[in-house]
């Protein structure tokens, strides 16, 4: 459904040029939830920015295909993208309360998506639209909801009023950023459920953007691994966890804790972006890492398994 | 809570800072000298000066006095002016319309054009639009309002008079409002007068008259708003919520609309009431020039005439409607702004103070001595309250009492230092204060001559990339630029404009606007006449026939003087009271938050203008000791909200909790992280000093008559304004322009270049 294809975007900053993202590419599948797992800092948001050219004045898309069935977004017109966002795909941001509108009533926010994308005649069919979304995030009583102001909602209904705004132009898919970050544990898993349903119900692709790894194993149908601004792999979900290719992957999963009985961190640091190691990005920390990893960046090799690695085989 | 809860609520809490107001107002009167002196002759018999004595309540103690004050400025005894025979309350009851409704016009003019340019310049950050927006705004807030006025009251009432028919002054035309059609005046605001009575004669009118003054006026406050508007739309364009907006397929223009702009009002609104206090600053001067028949126009006569009442009545007044302005303000804040708890969290002293202030005020109305035993009882339970407290802690702990005395001992020898060092600038002895203070600079730095070094390489990288940054931004550059060229010409003035005793004197500014008659031209770039080099000047000369070039070189030094004291002083006392202030909190920082508010409750210009026209003495050390007590407040509030924040940041935490002393984190990790905003600020203020400066000397409270400065220059050169004498005021008030201009573009810069939040 969308398919990203050798993306490179770039930051143009006063230190320098920042190699956000290096060739990435990736596909989700009509119906489900992909997630895109990765540390702090190694391009999650600014794929899902460049796919609907929201990146701020200084980053720019240099090379690369994002195809939304079929459809080109990167040579789409501005009002072409107006449409897409929001209408075709939405989004769902880290921390709820800061990504309202303060000043405005929540029911006012999602009356806005529901003009934008929907065509309903009058007002009153908005307002009954309103309280029709926020029933089916599950809000308890969404006309007091409509009235209430963000900040006199809690975290989680705050989360909810996001999908409902999200919901609320029909999109066929949904790019949730970090959904559950800034919520609290209980909290989280309500709101990993919601969207469990959401995808059930109403037959939404799902683009889940996170660095929690229980997360992506509690929801994910398959996953892509990000580091440094590449993929190192991307597999099914069951497999990601019970037969890790890329040396990142597995220093990541032994990270967890309970992996086994020690705690083992992945040796090294992350790569400055401004001048990032040549060859294949994680070879500075790559336990297999040979000669040809310097000068050579891996390809994603593999049909249902894919893995960036000159040394492992999908 | 309800709004008009929380409406009397601040009215309430505005009691104690009127009451506060009172005082200062009260102590002025007290400082100018004997009010029975001018109707002493040399016949008056002592019995008759001790009748005169009683007569004006000076036989009884200050106390005494005072209380009796505020009785009758409750009962609407303000006074009686002697300059217009008539008493202040019924003065300014019959002036406050014509300045309402210029004042009223203005803001509605300001805010109207301002928030849509703020927005747009910030919708184009750093492109072309921005950059000239921004320099227009800069300009409003650079230009001195008379300079303004002056130059729209040439060109486009008397030169232009006779296609634009626009008036040179004045409220009406009094042929056609007095004799010919005299409407009835319900209102006093002439438009809308005109519109109840159905005539649009009168209307057009009397907006011609309002259009240039109103123009004027709103240039400044415009200009601030603009820069307001502009910054806080850059802050809120990075937020989140802006994000979603796009996100949800908003078009870009509704996005900024609906959702920056009305986010980027809030903090912009918070800051009107500042901007409507500097409308009441300019409207002394605007007025002054379009012999507007107002109340600013009124004080300045007052201020000429050292007609004390009329002074204090005015500066009271003047208070009294900023901080009705700041209410309003704030109402409109929290109406705004959803997130804004109407009940707050106000503390019982508050409470305290403001329902003791209002009780004091309700007893002096029925009786002054019960007023004033009240005020004794409040006086002597604070001093036993305080006195009590004290002896409840050294109880608590008297063994550490005295060593935590000790502890604090640096408290009291740091005021006293900057007490010694802001007296010794004033006094004359500079250069040996800066001298002392760079050695000190230096002891400390031979003393930690490891750390330096040490410090050097990291703090390379980061003075590279300030530099970069200076480079990229044309504005600051071309701030810099002027700077060093006013300098430049301050320091070079000898040379620049050499003293030629008799031709071009400094002591003669004075005595050739007295007696010399001889308007010259400019001559630009060749002055040698028909009888030889001083026959010609540059840029012309006032009609007294003063050297305009020698006055505006020789003003460089005095500004710079003026500018420069001030702003050290000024923030030698801000950054010692408000880091104390800030890093202490709670009572320290209660009362001095207060003190700082009655300070800031009257317009600067107008309290400068006060505290000079009543001290009577014209000299520049005067006026710089009115200007730092207008601006120490201000500056002080900067420093203690910067210190606030500092205070509870991590690494402040850190080195409390690793048992570092007070003086230590004070002065090793507040102070230093505090000082970003005290250079922009200290680098802003080094225009807005001269700004306020000219405008006094404008008025001619410009320092003693030996005193080249810019304002006088301008009063002086104004004088044959309608015989097309235009150079003698122009070029003077363009040097004070540059001057403002210069510094407010380097502050600007600096905080592109210093605000980290602003990297790309």
């Not at chain 1, 990765?38 to 004045?57: A, D, I």
């Not at chain 2, 979603?244 to 609309?257: H, N, S, Y």
């Not at chain 2, 202030?357 to 002597?380: A, Q």
Request: charged share 20%; hydrophobic share 50%.
């Amino acid at each position: 459904m969308l398919r990203v294809e050798n993306l490179v975007t770039r930051f143009h900053t006063y230190d320098g040029v920042v190699r956000a993202l290096e060739g990435v590419s990736f596909e989700v599948r009509e119906g489900e939830i992909f997630g895109l797992v990765g540390e702090t800092g190694c391009g999650k948001s600014v794929t899902t920015y460049s796919t609907l050219r929201l990146l701020p004045s200084t980053g720019r898309v240099h090379s690369g295909r994002i195809t939304l069935s079929g459809e080109s977004l990167l040579d789409a017109s501005e009002s072409r993208m107006r449409e897409v966002r929001g209408g075709e795909i939405a989004m769902i941001f880290q921390d709820p309360l800061s990504a309202l509108n303060p000043v405005m009533r929540v029911g006012d926010q999602i009356a806005e998506s529901v003009w934008l994308h929907d065509d309903l005649p009058d007002a009153d069919a908005v307002a009954v639209r309103v309280e029709e979304v926020l029933g089916e995030v599950r809000m308890p009583d969404p006309a007091g909801a409509a009235r209430a102001f963000p900040h006199e909602l809690s975290g989680g209904m705050q989360q909810r009023v996001m999908i409902a705004m999200a919901l609320a132009g029909r999109p066929k898919m949904l790019i949730a950023d970090e959904p559950t970050t800034a919520l609290d544990v209980t909290i989280q898993s309500q709101v990993l459920q919601l969207l469990r349903q959401l995808k059930q119900e109403a037959g939404l692709t799902v683009l889940l953007i996170t660095h929690d790894l229980g997360v992506v194993a509690e929801l994910c149908d398959r996953v892509a691994v990000m580091y440094a601004g590449t993929i190192v792999e991307t597999a099914p979900v069951e497999e990601l966890f019970s037969d890790p290719k890329h040396p990142y992957t597995q220093g990541l999963l032994a990270a967890l804790p309970g992996a086994s009985e020690t705690l083992a961190p992945v040796p090294g640091r992350v790569p400055d972006l401004l001048a990032p190691p040549s060859g294949c990005r994680f070879h500075p920390r790559c336990p297999l890492a040979v000669d040809r990893c310097r000068a050579e960046a891996p390809e994603l090799r593999g049909d249902t398994r894919q893995v960036a690695c000159h040394e492992v085989e999908p | 809570m309800k709004l008009w809860q929380y409406v009397l609520r601040r009215l309430a809490f505005t009691v104690p800072v009127m009451l506060g107001v009172t005082l200062i107002t009260f102590s002025l009167s007290n400082l100018m000298g004997d009010p029975v002196a001018p109707y002493v002759t040399e016949k008056t018999t002592p019995e008759q000066v001790e009748e005169l004595r009683k007569l004006h309540n000076l036989d009884k103690p200050i106390p005494v006095r005072y209380f009796t004050y505020i009785s009758n400025l409750l009962h609407g005894e303000w006074g009686y002016s002697q300059q217009i025979n008539q008493p202040v309350s019924e003065a300014i009851g019959m002036k406050f319309a014509a300045t309402l409704e210029l004042a009223l016009l203005a803001f509605a003019v300001a805010v109207a054009t301002a928030l849509p340019l703020g927005i747009f310049s910030s919708v184009k950050h750093n492109r072309w639009e921005d950059h000239w927006i921004r320099l227009f705004a800069l300009f409003g807030s650079a230009v001195p309002i008379f300079w303004l006025a002056l130059i729209l009251k040439y060109f486009l009432a008397f030169q232009w008079g006779e296609i634009t028919h626009l008036p040179q002054g004045y409220r009406y035309d009094p042929f056609l409002w007095d004799l010919e059609d005299p409407i009835e005046q319900r209102t006093g605001l002439l438009l809308v007068d005109a519109l109840l009575a159905g005539s649009w004669i009168h209307f057009k009118d009397a907006l011609m008259h309002l259009l240039l003054p109103a123009t004027t006026l709103a240039y400044v406050s415009m200009a601030t708003t603009i820069r307001l508007m502009r910054g806080s739309m850059l802050d809120v364009l990075g937020e989140d919520y802006v994000r979603t907006a796009r996100a949800k397929g908003l078009p870009e223009r509704k996005v900024v609309v609906n959702h920056a702009a009305r986010n980027a009002m809030i903090p912009t609104v918070t800051l009107l009431g500042l901007a409507f206090g500097g409308l009441l600053n300019g409207s002394v001067l605007t007025e002054t020039i379009w012999q507007w028949p107002g109340l600013g126009a009124w004080a300045v006569d007052a201020m000429r005439n050292a007609d004390t009442a009329a002074i204090l009545g005015y500066t009271l007044f003047a208070g009294m409607l900023y901080v009705f302005a700041n209410l309003v303000v704030d109402v409109a804040y929290a109406w705004l702004d959803p997130r804004v708890e109407l009940s707050g969290d106000v503390g019982l002293a508050e409470w305290v103070i403001a329902g003791l202030g209002v009780l004091l005020l309700i007893v002096t109305w029925f009786s002054v001595d019960m007023g004033l035993g009240l005020g004794r009882l409040l006086l002597y339970g604070l001093l036993l309250g305080a006195l009590f407290g004290l002896g409840w802690k050294l109880r608590q702990d008297h063994r550490d009492f005295l060593a935590r005395l000790r502890e604090y001992l640096w408290v009291p020898l740091l005021a006293l230092g900057t007490v010694l060092f802001v007296v010794g600038i004033f006094k004359g002895y500079s250069t040996e204060m800066v001298l002392l203070f760079t050695i000190a600079c230096l002891v400390r730095l031979t003393l930690n001559w490891e750390d330096f070094v040490a410090e050097i390489p990291p703090r390379r990288a980061e003075l590279r990339r300030m530099a970069h940054q200076l480079r990229r931004n044309p504005l600051a550059l071309l701030g810099l630029f002027i700077a060093l060229a006013i300098l430049l010409v301050a320091l070079m003035a000898p040379f620049l404009a050499p003293l030629e005793p008799g031709q071009r004197d400094a002591d003669r500014m004075v005595e050739h606007f007295e007696f010399n008659h001889d308007l010259q031209p400019p001559c630009y770039w060749s002055c040698t006449g028909e009888r030889g080099e001083a026959d010609g000047y540059i840029l012309g000369s006032t009609s007294k026939g003063y050297d305009i070039w020698y006055g505006i070189v020789w003003g460089s030094r005095t500004s710079l003087d003026v500018a420069l004291k001030v702003v050290i002083s000024g923030t030698f006392i801000a950054v010692v009271l408000g880091v104390i202030s800030g890093y202490y909190g709670g009572r320290v920082d209660e009362i001095m938050m207060r003190v700082t508010d009655v300070f800031l409750a009257i317009p600067g210009l107008i309290l400068a203008l006060a505290i000079v026209a009543v001290t009577g003495n014209p000299s520049i050390e005067y006026l710089m000791y009115a200007l730092i007590i207008v601006w120490w407040p201000g500056f002080t509030r900067i420093v203690r909200a910067q210190a606030l924040t500092v205070r509870n940041l991590p690494y402040v935490e850190a080195a409390r909790a690793a048992g570092a002393s007070d003086f230590r984190i004070i002065f090793r990790h507040v102070l230093p992280n505090c000082l970003t905003p005290v250079i922009i600020a200290a680098t802003m203020d080094m225009g807005s000093i001269v700004l306020v400066l000219a405008g006094l000397g404008y008025l001619n409270f410009g320092g003693g008559a030996d005193v080249a400065e810019w304002g006088k220059l301008v009063g002086f050169g104004q004088a044959h304004l309608l015989a097309g004498n235009w150079w003698a005021f122009f070029f003077p008030g363009l040097a004070i322009a540059l001057w403002a201009l210069a510094f407010y573009l380097l502050g600007d810069g600096l905080r592109d270049i210093l605000d980290p939040r602003q990297r790309e």
